[in-house]
């Protein structure tokens, strides 16, 4: 059974400060990694990871993959309090019952 | 453009009956996928549809089925609800070039809340 973990579960921090999530798994036939920034409903896309060591970034935000050890990180910079949300990881092993595999996610406080 | 779309936003059914939610993909988009998430599990997948056919199956029962149309809606059912079955249901589309299950990212609708009481 492909399995996503998250780490840490939750994290509180003040503005202006940088954080970096976790993200390791373990799938059978790992074709991408994603990261979704979830606010209230409907998670919203951040990055998909498909090629080791090479960053993907966007603003504030970064992430890298690391095929050979099975995990991904999600950096954000000088972090603001519209920072705050669940950041799901999911993998996608290609089909089959497990479809794409979700952490159970970090949930992201940022304090003013 | 258009994004996901998901009908009802929320609902409240009681135990025995059935459900029918509604996902209207972003336009151009072929693969359907349904997730339901909880507290206690998490995002779990439920389905994918790519072109009117189911093309992966998560571990549910089969109290849970769906379908797609030719214009790419998808419809998920619940029979007889459980208590259990309360949850958000999320449906994902994504351009699929119907070799993989993801070949691009897949955008996320608001969800439906599902109340079973």
């Known amino acids: 059974e492909d399995k996503v973990v998250q780490s840490p579960l939750s994290l509180v921090v003040h503005e202006g400060d940088t954080v970096t999530l976790n993200c390791s798994y373990e799938?059978?036939?790992?074709?991408?990694l994603l990261w979704y920034k979830q606010e209230k409903k409907a998670p919203t896309f951040l990055f998909m990871l498909?090629?080791?060591?090479i960053e993907k970034k966007s603003g504030r935000l970064s992430s890298i993959l690391d095929k050979k050890e099975l995990f991904s990180i999600l950096n954000i910079t000088a972090t603001q309090t519209g920072d705050s949300a669940v950041y799901l990881c999911?993998?996608?092993?290609?089909?089959?019952?497990?479809?794409?595999?979700f952490g159970k996610g970090t949930h992201l406080i940022i304090q003013p | 453009k258009a994004g996901v779309t998901q009908t009802p936003r929320y609902l409240i059914k009681t135990r025995g009956q059935q459900v029918t939610l509604s996902c209207s993909p972003i336009?151009?988009?072929?693969?359907v996928s349904w997730y339901q998430q909880t507290p206690g599990q998490g995002l779990q997948f439920l389905f994918e549809?790519?072109?009117?056919?189911?093309?992966n199956k998560g571990n549910f029962p089969g109290r849970f089925s769906g379908r797609q149309f030719s214009n790419s809606r998808s419809e998920m059912n619940v029979s007889t609800l459980e208590l259990g079955d309360s949850a958000l249901y999320l449906c994902?589309?994504?351009?699929?070039?119907?070799?993989?299950?993801?070949?691009?990212?897949?955008?996320f609708g608001q969800g439906t809340r599902l109340t079973v009481v």
């Open positions: 999911a993998v996608d092993s290609g089909g089959g019952a497990d479809g794409l595999t």
């Open positions: 498909t090629s080791s060591g």
């Open positions: 549809y790519f072109s009117e056919t189911q093309r």
């Open positions: 799938v059978t036939n790992f074709r991408s």
């Open positions: 994902a589309s994504s351009f699929s070039t119907g070799k993989a299950l993801l070949d691009t990212e897949a955008f």
């Open positions: 336009s151009g988009h072929r693969s």
